[in-house]
């Protein structure tokens, strides 16, 4: 191969105009999937495929199965040492999640590739299944999952842990931007996404106009968020702002522009630190979000509204995060069956 995998953006005002690898095939299919997909899943599918063409050394139409399963064995190679595991799924190669990942933007490049018609390649080379396929008059459930990701529960932040961490903060925009994620349950790019115009006081809710996959949706949220944020549009907020979104930097030679992603893991993680917390992260304080809105009761239907899911499985997580719901449910139904135990027999 005559090219050397390698990630290059083109940035103009700290935006990302363009991605590269270094081949022409490779190049092509980021810009196509720029204009369709979100800032951090258009990085992750760059870097995704470079990591693929450093490990399967050929030109992208030479791609077969076989190098696949070698990419694959090669992404569970112990990292650390063959002893060396993680807790949650007791691998030690990346995490299963990752992996699936990278098989997910390869099989989007090879579809691409096999639409174009322009490229010696007929069909895509990333398997659906698993490579042992049952024939049809065989029993049982026919193809697995070529990776199969183990389903855990998000961790989320405890009452002790939150409090700490709001004391930490040292500006009203940062209060305001963990209150929109802890009280509202908004993604990191929805905060960074949010406008002037999407803020009602009014009616204390947040309009959500670049969601996950580009949905949109409003949202209630605390009377808190609302305080921190006025006091962060009076006090701090530069009047001279060149943008329309909410919060900007306060200082520096971006002062005034919009935060960047990296900007709010900086706060997030200042913070944490300032705070003496192990581990969080802005995705912890969504779920701390919806942990805590379900177990005091809010319809799950509600909870999916609320956190901008599409389907009613990805929010199904949080009836396992409800450790006091489920605790009372189990009270509730020991105490019955304990009860007819006790009853004497007619």
Known sequence: MAWTPKVTKSVVDGEVQS?????????????????RVR?????????????????VVKEPADVRKVDIFSFIADQRRPRHGPKVVRLEDGESGLAARTIKRRLATLSGFFTY??????VDMVANPVPSGSAGRRSAG??????RALIRTPRT????????DVSSFLDALRTHRDRAMVNAMLLGGLRRCEVLGLRLADLNAGERRLFVAEGKAGNQR????????F??????LLEERPL??????????????RRGRPLSPSGLDEVIGSARARAGIDRLTCHQLRHTCMTRLREAGMALEAVQAQAGHRSIESTRIYLHLGDRWVAEEYARARAAIDHDLAQPER
């Open 138 to 143: 065989q029993p049982g459930k026919g193809n």
């Open 19 to 35: 991605l590269a690898v270094g081949h022409p095939l490779v190049d092509e299919y980021l810009a196509f999937l720029g204009a």
């Open 227 to 232: 305080q921190a944020v006025g006091d962060y």
């Open 240 to 253: 001279d702002a060149s943008t329309q979104r909410v919060f900007v930097a306060l200082k520096g030679p």
């Open 113 to 118: 590739l096999v639409a174009r018609e322009d």
């Open 39 to 55: 800032l951090n899943s258009w990085l992750a599918a760059a870097y995704d495929l470079k990591v693929f063409f450093c490990v």
């Open 153 to 160: 529960l998000p961790r989320v932040v405890g009452p002790t």
């Open 218 to 225: 409003v949202v209630p949220i605390s009377a808190r968020f």
